[in-house]
């Protein structure tokens, strides 16, 4: 009888604990593993094709659910310091400022990088000129007339293209003269494929791997040959010259992971890092942080096919 109550009373301690337990993780937020359950993820919206790409071969791979948030990069920034988001991807790495806005509040964020991108420009086919002078494009930002630019097309006055090119340029390239801005990358390209004369100014992952409904307009753009500053070629945005950094507008994608333990943030930063999702940027036209292995097999005699 006593071994019968004990049990019980042992049996109803251990489901309050598991009770207690499950609440507390509820309560962290921490309903997900490294390769399993559900997390948000906020990404630069002029990279998500290639993002959108890791996120199915990585739920293929394992028991998770990513949700992208594509937004532009100021967005994207705000809701990490608003603790709307707490992993993200960038095309660039956290100022000093921008980390001390995280250690006053105790966190520690994971950076990771693993590829390297382009800005891109774009014209369309219309026009036969495929080049272009960087310092051109800068004197334009800055006010300076251009027979061979009529306007520059941005996907968002908050985008992580116009910061790159204000830098560049040295002043705000927003409400500059000629110089315009939608919502997203999409709208670019058609807008530029319609407009002669026109430059639009995206991320080059919307043109090796836009959505098969985009397919047909990024067939009626060209992407220009840019000649650095300091530079005497003109360089197209591809995967050697941007694994070579001979192109001028390349730059480093990253991940940040701001959750705090051990979830998908870091699953997924790990499979960006990892022999399969750098195959993934490999293929996609981009260059991997880190060139994957080959396995090469040699054999010592060929069989002949006997049919």
Known sequence: MMNRVAKTITGFFLLALLFVFSCQKKGEGQLDSIIEGKATIYV?????PIIEDEEAVFETQYNAKLHLVPKSENEVLNAMFNDTATIAVLTRDLTKEELKVFQSKKINPKITPFATDAVA???????????????????F???????????????????????????LAGVSVNNQKNIF????????????AENEGMIGVIGINWIFQPPLDLQETVD???????????SAQFEFPTQ??????????????????????????????????GERGQRI???????????????????????????
Do not use: W
């Open 121 to 139: 420009l774009i014209r369309s086919k219309s026009s036969n000129d495929t080049l272009i002078a960087l310092q051109e494009v800068i004197s």
């Open 181 to 192: 801005s939608f919502k997203t990358n999409q709208e670019v390209i058609k807008y530029v």
């Open 220 to 230: 009626k753009v060209n992407v220009l040959g840019v000649k650095g500053i300091d």
């Open 44 to 48: 630069d919206e002029s990279i998500l």
């Open 281 to 307: 940027i490999l293929k996609s036209g981009l260059v991997p942080e880190r060139v994957p292995t080959r396995k090469i097999v040699i054999r010592n005699k060929i069989t002949k096919d006997k049919n």
């Open 240 to 273: 050697d010259n941007l694994a070579q950094g001979k192109y001028p507008l390349a730059r480093h994608l990253y991940i940040v992971n701001c959750q705090g333990y051990s979830g998908l943030g870091m699953g997924f930063a790990s499979f960006l890092g």
């Open 141 to 167: 930002i800055k006010g300076t007339p251009s027979g061979n630019i009529k306007g520059l097309v941005f996907d968002n006055a908050n985008s992580s293209t116009v910061r790159y090119m204000s830098d």
